[in-house]
């Protein structure tokens, strides 16, 4: 079978891998749908400490059919169709037995979405393979993965119906936490520099937008965008960059919180004004991953709900247009997702 390999930073190529084989408890899922991410870039342009050592199998957000089964899997069957979510807790450890799973210390990952067919572990398979909820599309499937960290972190921030929300990046992540915001009856602020995603901003529910400048000018018009000119009661950063994190630090009225919700590089650092910490309280709150409850509320979510999720899914790929994809050579993403199709011709 045809699977994506990273054998370094951005050489990706397509390789022939011996068809898997389930044992007790594991189960083999032939994808159908694999969505590309900003993760996934990351991954491809600079590697990434989950990924292990290379050559690598990659991609984490996907659905599929149910090929094969491993004797004592009683949970699906060949033929069904179900979202598999890229982790699993071991359930035991220090953290996970303070209910924080999301941060296990035997958290078992699984990469390798960009392929034919992928091999589920058993651990998964008990945790985190989830039949489709009725009416959800296949293809639009993997957008739970995502959907369900953006959950986590918004369940987490305390929102009250009426407040002032700004959300730094209009990404596809930026538009999932718009909606969810809105859901809470919070009034999302959303700031980006692309036109294109603020109009999709709206449509996810956004109340205001602002095209964003990336300097201390964002922050001034953020606040006059509030009562009082105080500031947003949450910021959430879903941009990644150290510099968007020290602006949404500044975006915060007294008092509030703010989510940092995109990742960076595990070198980086960001000056924090004391000030603001101390003497003002405002709160800076890290967010990462998902639960498998979160994941079954995402699943849920994206069957029931009326938002416009199946515009997050991107253009339609094979895995030979891959490299393409996360090198930006194509112009069709604005978001820069795609939907990858193993078996899709370029």
């Known amino acids: 079978m045809r699977a994506a390999m990273l054998f370094g930073p951005a050489d990706l190529r397509i390789v022939e891998v011996p ?19 900003g993760t996934d870039r990351k991954m491809y342009l600079r590697g990434h400490p989950a990924l292990g050592p290379y050559p690598s199998r990659f991609g984490h957000e996907f659905a599929g059919v149910v090929a094969a089964v491993g004797a004592e899997v009683a949970r699906v069957s060949p033929g069904d169709h179900v979202f598999c979510a890229n982790s699993a807790p071991c359930g035991g450890c220090f953290q996970c037995r303070k209910g924080q799973p999301n941060l296990c210390e035997d958290l078992l990952y699984l990469f390798g979405g960009f392929a034919e067919q ?15 909820p009725a009416g959800l599309d296949l293809e639009l499937a993997p957008v739970a993965e995502p959907l369900a960290c953006a959950l986590r972190a918004v369940d987490g921030a305390g929102i009250a119906a009426g407040d002032r929300v700004a959300i730094v990046g209009a990404g596809a992540l930026g538009l999932m936490l718009c909606a969810l915001v809105r859901r809470t009856e919070g009034r999302p602020i959303v700031l980006d520099p692309h036109q294109e995603r603020l109009d999709l901003a709206k449509r996810f529910g ?34 990644g960059r150290p510099a968007a994190w020290e602006l949404a630090i500044e975006m915060a009225r007294p008092g509030g919180v ?11 650092r960001v000056a924090v004004p004391t000030y603001r910490v101390h003497y003002e309280e405002v709160r800076l709150q890290g967010s990462y991953h998902h639960t498998p409850r979160s994941i079954a509320q995402a699943l849920t979510l994206l069957a029931e709900e009326p938002t416009p999720w199946g515009e997050l899914r991107g253009p339609r790929i094979g895995l030979d247009d891959l490299a393409g994809a996360l090198d930006g050579a194509y112009d069709a993403a604005p978001l820069g997702k795609y939907l990858v199709v193993p078996g899709t011709q370029p």
């Open 19 to 37: 068809a898997p084989e389930p044992r007790p408890g594991e189960v083999v899922l032939a994808i159908r749908a694999a969505h590309t991410c």
């Open 118 to 132: 992928i091999l589920v572990p058993a651990r998964i398979v008990a945790q985190n393979l989830h039949p489709l």
């Open 206 to 239: 956004a109340e205001e937008t602002i095209r964003a400048a990336r300097t201390s000018t964002d922050v001034d018009r953020l606040k006059r965008a509030t009562p009082g000119h105080r500031g947003a009661d949450q910021v959430f950063e879903a941009v």
């Open 258 to 268: 703010v989510i940092l919700f995109g990742g960076c590089p595990r070198d980086s």
